[in-house]
């Protein structure tokens, strides 16, 4: 069983960056496609990026060339590198894993995804 932990969220005026990690414990993390997800209050929960387990990775539209999703192997983390923040940007942000599943295009369905973190709140301040 997967246990996935979020940290890095924080306060930050618009423009500003931030990198998200999520630490996975109880199985290795290369072995699992992962994504991040995001939820507003009074929203649904909208897949921001994700990676399958060969390193494709996919983004939302609107963070695509703002946001980079990576993982670090060795030290079985996922992170999302945010830059250009927006006060939209504001939210809860959840990673999740999920075992593979051929193609990329799924990456971003919160429905996909088996295991998730506790979050970490991100704002973004205009």
């Known amino acids: 069983q997967v246990q996935l932990v979020e940290s890095g969220g924080g306060s930050v005026q618009a423009g500003g960056s931030l990198r998200l990690s999520c630490a996975v414990s109880?199985?290795?993390?290369?072995?699992?496609?992962m994504g991040w997800f995001r939820q507003a209050p009074g929203k649904e929960r909208e897949g921001v990026a994700g990676?399958?387990?060969?390193?494709?990775?996919r983004y939302a539209d609107s963070v695509k060339g703002r946001f980079t999703i990576s993982r670090d192997n060795a030290k079985n983390t996922l992170h999302l590198q945010m830059n250009s923040l927006k006060p939209e940007d504001s939210a809860m942000y959840y990673c999740a894993a999920t075992t593979p599943v051929y193609g990329t295009g799924w990456l971003l369905l919160p429905t996909a995804y088996a295991t998730w973190g506790q979050g970490t709140q991100v704002t973004v301040a205009s």
């Open positions: 109880g199985n290795i993390a290369s072995r699992y496609c």
């Open positions: 990676i399958d387990n060969i390193g494709s990775t």
